[in-house]
């Protein structure tokens, strides 16, 4: 099994660009997530989905936007990148509430110049 | 509103030393604590969980960890560290109630030879 995949795994962008961040599970998850992380600042949650169809907001979520329209993909969008969004960019997925923690990718290493 | 504290920006430790990173917690409910280990350009690997039961939970790679609910505490241990212990080390924070974990700012672990 490939678990979570994320792509691409880089990018720099220009600021006012935009672009989508993939994620795909193959477990069957019913919970996904997008987190950020910033030095010293450990993961901030950005928004997660409870199953398909459904989003949330997490602590940080000006700026992005995200979609669930199939159960194993989760989107993250930038409609227009700003510099504060350079950061790695990590998808997770768990099967169910205290389960054995999430699954996470690989991450998205991702510039805004 | 549940929050991870991990007070050591970094710890450092000679090989065949006992090594612990420590992590105290705030939540409303019951607490599912995780330990996560982060390897340069990797994402987040799952180290071990406490849901209930026995306060001292072992994981993979020879840690473990202790609960402590009168101190709310969850400080991850390993009798004798090696220099592949060098990595980055998060502690996470579910409440029962609620299905999105947050994360402290992570503790940088250097084994030295």
């Known amino acids: 099994n490939a678990g979570v995949t994320q792509t691409p795994k880089f990018r720099v962008l220009k600021t006012g660009q935009s672009m989508t961040l993939l994620c795909a599970q193959d477990?069957?998850?019913?919970?996904m997530y997008w987190y950020r992380q910033d030095p010293g600042m450990g993961l901030r949650l950005i928004h997660y989905?409870?199953?398909?169809?459904?989003?949330a907001k997490g602590e940080v979520p000006d700026g992005y936007n995200v979609s669930r329209l199939k159960k194993q993909n989760f989107l993250l969008g930038l409609e227009s990148a700003a510099p504060s969004q350079t950061s790695v960019y990590f998808c997770?997925?768990?099967?169910?509430?205290?389960?054995?923690?999430?699954?996470f990718g690989s991450g998205t290493r991702l510039t805004v110049v | 509103a549940q929050s991870v504290a991990q007070p050591e920006d970094q710890v450092n430790v000679a090989e065949g030393n006992p090594l612990t990173v420590k992590c105290t917690y705030s939540?409303?409910?019951?607490?599912?604590l995780f330990w996560y280990v982060q390897y340069p350009n990797r994402g987040l690997q799952f180290l071990l969980k406490?849901?209930?039961?026995?306060?001292l939970v072992k994981g993979s790679y020879g840690f473990e960890a202790e609960f402590n609910k009168s101190q709310t505490s969850f400080h991850l241990k390993k009798p004798s560290a090696l220099v592949s212990d060098s990595a980055l080390y998060f502690c996470?924070?579910?409440?029962?109630?609620?299905?999105?974990?947050?994360f402290g700012a992570g503790t940088t672990v250097t084994v030295r030879a």
């Open positions: 997770a997925s768990s099967y169910y509430v205290g389960s054995a923690g999430y699954t």
């Open positions: 477990m069957n998850h019913e919970y």
């Open positions: 939540v409303s409910g019951n607490p599912y």
């Open positions: 406490y849901i209930t039961g026995d306060n």
């Open positions: 989905s409870v199953g398909e169809g459904t989003t």
């Open positions: 996470a924070v579910l409440s029962s109630n609620d299905y999105k974990l947050s």
